[in-house]
């Protein structure tokens, strides 16, 4: 049974990410629910004045990462 997941509140969406993080389309199916919920205007702007945020972030991940390797 797939619940219905527009009609579940904020709090209920997370808990079922919880309990289905192993399961890809059920876990994707709600964190699109929740995502589409966001405010614009409550986001928060990149702390530094990069040119290219998302490559660059991108970038000190993976570098990040290939340190723990």
Do not use: G, W
């Amino acid at each position: 049974m797939t619940p219905n997941l527009p009609q579940m509140s904020n709090a209920e969406l997370k808990q079922y990410l919880s309990e289905h993080r192993n399961d890809e389309e059920a876990f994707r199916a709600a964190l699109e629910v929740l995502m589409s919920r966001r405010n614009p205007a409550n986001l928060q702007p990149y702390p530094f004045d990069l040119a290219n945020p998302e490559s660059e972030v991108e970038a000190i991940l993976r570098e990040k990462l290939h340190q723990n390797e």
